[in-house]
């Protein structure tokens, strides 16, 4: 189900280690995504957080907390599920999304942290699936 929720500053919708089963559209106000003391990203209205950990079942990543009184829509796994399914638009502006964090998050690494071209492969078969589902498609 979605449900309206709104956070005073200060209040945190979830803390890192927390299980996610829903993620957050801002509606109106600011929440900021940190992991210790150290900020990560705002996120105002019409942006989404809290996506990761639905989307891959881990736990939360950071914390997310409302910098000033934040209205958000709360959305469980199973909506943004149906959603992804029923909607090919909506998986796509999703996947932009996550990109773009990715780029911003790399674009914040020094160069020599960056592994190589011929660094092993995480043990993770999820690049291995997208692949054969793309190829299964079409």
Known sequence: QARDQTFNAGQFAFREGDAAAE?????????EIRCGEAAL???SAGECFGEMGVLDGQPR???AVALVRTH??????AVLNQAIEDSP????SLIRVLTRRLRGALERITPDSVP?????????QGE???ARDVKNKG
């Open 128 to 130: 291995d699936t997208l």
């Open 23 to 31: 993620f957050y559209v801002v509606m109106d106000g600011q929440m």
């Open 41 to 43: 990203a705002r996120v």
């Open 89 to 92: 638009p909506l998986a796509r």
């Open 116 to 124: 190589g071209p011929n660094a092993s492969p995480d043990s993770d």
């Open 72 to 77: 958000c829509l709360v959305v469980d796994e």
């Open 61 to 63: 990543s950071a914390d």
